[in-house]
């Protein structure tokens, strides 16, 4: 069973830049294309970015393209967010999820297999 551990989480001010990493346990990291979502209280989990097991594709959600990026290494099962100009908006639990299929949707939760436990985002205007 593959889990998965983020971290880089933190307190920071508008404007200012966080990294999130997420490390995958087992050898199968490569054949799973990589989420990030997040989930403020009292909202629904939302789809961040998403990168396709190769790394040749990605997606964002719109209002933070431009501001995040999402990559990964294979060879260190990790994936990674950068988010720079954060705002408060921002603010929420961040999630990574693994998903196997890879007719599955991106956006929706249930299409991912395995998830990590989660690491809080709070930016303060």
């Known amino acids: 069973q593959v889990q998965a551990v983020e971290s880089g989480g933190g307190s920071v001010q508008a404007g200012g830049s966080l990294r999130l990493s997420c490390v995958a346990s087992?050898?199968?990291?490569?054949?799973?294309?990589m989420g990030w979502f997040r989930q403020a209280p009292g909202k629904e989990r939302q789809l961040v970015a998403a990168?396709?097991?190769?790394?040749?594709?990605?997606y964002y959600e719109g209002s933070v393209k431009g501001r995040f990026t999402i990559s990964r290494d294979n060879a260190k099962n990790t994936v990674y967010l950068q988010m720079n100009s954060l705002k408060s908006e921002d603010t929420a639990v961040y999630y990574c999820?693994?998903?196997?299929?890879?007719?599955?949707?991106?956006?929706?939760?249930?299409?991912?297999?395995?998830w990590g436990q989660g690491t809080q985002v709070t930016v303060s205007s």
């Open positions: 999820a693994g998903k196997l299929y890879s007719g599955g949707s991106y956006s929706s939760p249930t299409s991912y297999d395995y």
């Open positions: 990168i396709h097991r190769s790394g040749s594709g990605t």
């Open positions: 087992g050898r199968t990291f490569s054949m799973y294309d």
